[in-house]
């Protein structure tokens, strides 16, 4: 069967690398360029997801701004204190709800279907999370941005999930419906995404990335969820082969920094932050009527 009309959103995550995204995404808003018929954001990317839902500009990048070097924000004190690097009830509380409040009658006004991957740790399987309404569905995005080793198991629904980028880091394929990857449950794919990562084109992961979480054996009852640590690096690394083949097929146009991305996921200096988000903005800037073309295919 033929996909559907329309042009899905794809946000890959990376902590502090989000900032990019952001500045593409502030663009796109400013220009009025709305129309995706899907948003699937991962970690980071779930986060600048909301932002745009709920038509923010400069919401994201506010925050990773102002709060970069705030202890209750992202810390090795946030993490002896509540058992997350990053502080979920100061960012998914505080922030969300009163320091830089999300507009929640723009966010759950928004026909646009978003959708907060996770991994299900049980099943060591990613889990596309429908997140249309707040404050109800705040959990779906902190559970998409759950680090592993350094963050809290969040359990909704008797389900239990962590950081989505272990299992679909980039889900352009769900997206598309291509062959070979999970179906959504009332989700009819599309015939093109818009796919922002954020690593350059050149990058490639390596296949240790996730020592940290294996050798903490907070997992060890979660094989299936070990597997899906130990292949990781693999994995994104196919994804991402597969990834310029439907950008090369036209099915995609990917959005990746020109040079190497130095930011840490979890940084605190101002400077590579801004100039992170800069760089978003100028490409966004530079390939606007391309966007506007693609989006305008059917």
Known sequence: MENGIGTALVLEGGGFRGMFTAGILDVLMEHGIYGFSSAWGVSAGAINAASFRSRQIGRTMRIMLAFRDDRRFMSLSSLAKTGDLAGGEFLYGDVQNDLDPCDLE???????????????????????????????DVANVRASASMPAVSRVVEIDGHRYLDGGTTDAIPFGVALGLEGEAEVEGYEPVRRALVVVTQDRGYVKSGNSEGMAIRSHRYDGY???????????????????????????????????????????????????????????????????????????D
């Open 106 to 136: 723009t966010f759950n006004a928004n026909p646009m279907p978003f959708f907060a991957v996770a991994s299900d740790i049980v099943f060591g399987s990613a889990a596309y999370l429908p997140t249309n309404h707040f404050p109800e």
């Open 223 to 297: 094989p299936y969820y070990l597997e899906a640590l130990r292949t990781r690096g693999e994995r994104y690394n196919a994804q991402r082969a597969r990834l310029w083949e439907h950008e090369a097929a036209g099915d995609c146009l990917v959005m990746a920094p020109e040079k190497p991305v130095e930011v840490k996921v979890n940084e605190h200096a101002g400077a590579p932050l801004l100039d992170l988000y800069l760089q978003g903005r100028h490409l966004a800037e530079a390939r606007l009527d391309e966007v506007r073309a693609f989006m305008a295919e």
